[in-house]
Structure formats: C-alpha cells, structure tokens
C-alpha cells in the first residue's frame, strides 16, 4: 500500500518553480524541501549578508511549518548547507532564536555552491501534530 501524501504550500515562502512541493507530510512527518534565503516574491537572494539571508532561509522554514500546521517545537531533524562553513557559529546563534529545547538533530555540511549565489540551505523534518497539515 502506497502512503499517502499530501503537499503544503505556504505563500510565504518561495512558490516551486519546477517540479517539487514546498513540503510534504505524510503519516506524522513532515518534510520540507531545502529553503535559501530567498524572498518569498520571487526576486532572489535577499540583500545585506550572511546573517539577513539566514533569517530569511528560515523565516521560509517557518512559514511552511505553520502552513502545516507545526512550529520549531514539532523539528526533529535540521540539515545546514554553507557555504562557508567558518560561519557555523553565526548560523549555530541565530538557530538558537528559532529552534526551542530540546533541540532538533541538526546536520551542518559545508558545500562548494548554493543555488543562486546563497550562502546558506536549510531544510527539516518535524512530526506532525495530531490532524495537522491533512484536511
């Protein structure tokens, strides 16, 4: 038997332009696809650095975990992409504003390139909340 799926789609964070879902939740999980610090409209990387890019990759998490009906508090698993991976402890600071103890499983690469130029890609898994992101 085939799970079912059913896709999440927030217009507060970037709308697909291809062929993938913002997210997809399935039984009790939730799993995102990978979020730059892209402005929901479209118009690409947000401007300012390292620290402004960030904040917008998971305001864009946010957005498609309240979509589904989660927060921070449903994360179990957190995966970082950086460029740079010298800015892990800038990345390390400002998570702590959005993950909530106990702290999700996290998994920091450092990557040769990002998508349009970012520094930074964030992607999670968060168990669903009883009848969450399933209408």
């Known amino acids: 038997m085939t799970a079912k799926r059913f896709p999440v789609l927030s217009p507060r964070a970037p709308v697909p332009s291809s062929n993938y879902s913002q997210a997809i939740a399935t039984g009790n999980l939730l799993v995102t696809s990978g979020y730059l610090g892209t402005h929901p409209d479209g118009t690409g990387i947000v401007q300012g650095g390292f620290e402004p890019e960030l904040r917008q990759a998971l305001d864009n998490v ?22 740079d991976i010298a800015r892990f402890e800038d990345m390390d600071r400002v998570f702590s504003e959005y993950a909530v103890p106990p702290y999700p499983a996290r998994n920091t690469i450092g990557v040769k390139e990002l998508w349009g130029g970012g520094q930074v890609g964030i992607d999670v898994i968060a168990v669903l909340p009883d009848k969450a992101g399933r209408k």
């Open 62 to 83: 946010t957005a498609v975990l309240e979509a589904a009906g989660c927060a921070w508090e449903h994360v179990v698993r957190i995966n970082v992409s950086l460029v």
